[in-house]
Every structure is written in structure tokens, then in C-alpha cells.
């Protein structure tokens, strides 16, 4: 059922972090006075960023009166904390818990989850590499910017990046790997170069036909470099 806000007071978030105010508004039958004291102590928290504050503040109005506008408040407590991930948290629990509430969308849930896309992509991911054997140089993309010697831990934005694995005797290896918002652990295996050297086959014979390995590789007279 639909839930009704019968007199109802509204206190309204006055701090500005980049996106829209919000609103949240309790039922009078809580301790209303509780509550607005703290969301005041919650918005000078914020202003003086003390953000975690300004959460736990949040979080016991939300004990008092549990609405879902007060997850969006954290989530910008949060934001402004750079706490991305636990932003993205608040966030979609603020869409959900709207939708359950109030049994409709939130007005601005477009701009909300067009935020938590934003800050998604600002994540960085755990990339661990190695490399059989370990001690290879690391480059990253064509401009060739040397991260360090494997096994190395690198925290990465998602996207595609070009990886290249350089050890000395041993043959260079290069990947395109794709970050997304999963830890990922790769190892590259390496292989060891050969030294090869050239052979030139003299034959007194002509048409003789001449074998390298089990394979014929021509006849005489055979003047060609192997």
C-alpha cells in the first residue's frame, strides 16, 4: 500500500555537492526535534568537512524516521568524502527504498543513477600481474610508461589498456587487457629466446636434394642461407 504523509514536516539539506538539493521528510509522530537537531549538526558537519560525522549523523535520524531521502543525504556526506563506492551504495539504496516507500520512482532518479555511472567510472580496480618468471618490466600503453617488475599491483580505472611484459633473454609479450569494476589477477608466461644461428649447404652433387631436420628445404646446387 501507498504510503501517506500526513503532516509532515520538511527539512531541507542545504548543502550544495554538486548535484540536486534533496529533501527529506518526516512523519510527526517521531521526535521530530531529535531529528532536526540531527540534521543541523549533520549539515555543520558537512560544512566543515566532517563527512563521516555528517554520515553517522544521517544514519540516526534514519533510526528515528526511515525514509528514503535520507540515503541520498549520506550518499553525498559520502561523495564529498570520496568515498566512491559506498556512494554508489547509498545511492542505489535510496532509489530502491523509494520505489518500495513510495511505490514510484524517485523524480530524479535519472540523474541519480546518471551520477552513480559517473562515479562508477571513477573507481580504480585492484590489477595484479605476474610473470613466469618474475622480474619482468611492465609498460602501459603505446607511449611505453614503465609501471615496475612483475609481480605488481596496480590499481586501475576501467577500460582497455595495452600491457607489455619485457624480460631480458626472453621474448617480449604484449596484451590488450580490459579492467572493469572486478579485481583481476593475470599472469603472463614467457618465453625464452633461442639463440639461432645460419648455415650455408655447399653440395658437389647437383640435384641432390638436401634435408634440414627431416625437412627438404631444396636441391643442389643450394647456395642459400638456412
Known amino acids: 500500500m501507498n504510503q501517506s504523509r500526513p503532516n509532515l ?29 540531527l540534521h543541523e549538526a549533520a549539515q555543520k558537519a558537512a560544512q566543515e ?26 550518499a553525498k556526506c559520502l561523495e564529498r568524502d570520496q568515498k566512491n563506492e559506498e556512494a554508489i551504495v547509498a545511492y542505489e539504496k535510496y532509489l530502491k527504498a523509494h520505489q518500495l516507500q513510495y ?14 555511472n559517473q562515479l562508477r567510472a571513477q573507481l ?19 607511449e611505453r610508461s614503465l609501471e ?43 618465453k625464452k629466446i633461442v639463440p639461432l644461428g645460419k648455415v650455408r649447404v655447399d653440395v658437389n652433387i647437383r640435384g641432390a636434394r638436401i634435408f634440414v631436420d627431416g625437412k627438404n628445404i631444396g636441391i643442389s646446387p643450394f647456395r642459400e642461407m638456412v
Open 148 to 190: 615496475g617488475q612483475t609481480p605488481l599491483v596496480m590499481q586501475l580505472k576501467p577500460g582497455a589498456y595495452r600491457v607489455t611484459l619485457e624480460l631480458d633473454q626472453f621474448e617480449a609479450v604484449t596484451r590488450v587487457v580490459n579492467v572493469t569494476d572486478r579485481p583481476l589477477q593475470l599472469v603472463f608466461p614467457m
Open 49 to 74: 568537512a566532517r563527512y563521516q560525522e555528517c554520515v553517522e549523523f544521517y544514519e540516526q535520524a534514519q533510526t528515528i524516521a526511515p525514509y528514503a531521502e535520507i540515503n541520498f543525504n549520506i
Open 124 to 142: 580504480k580496480t585492484e590489477v595484479i600481474l605476474n610473470s613466469d618468471p618474475p622480474g619482468a618490466d611492465v609498460y602501459l600503453g603505446t
Open 9 to 37: 514536516i520538511k527539512v531541507v539539506l542545504s548543502i550544495v555537492l554538486g548535484l540536486v538539493l534533496t529533501s527529506v521528510s518526516f512523519a510527526q509522530t517521531a521526535d521530530l526535534s531529535r531529528v532536526q537537531q
Open 103 to 116: 511505490e514510484k520512482a524517485a523524480q530524479d532518479a535519472s540523474a541519480v543513477r546518471q551520477r552513480i
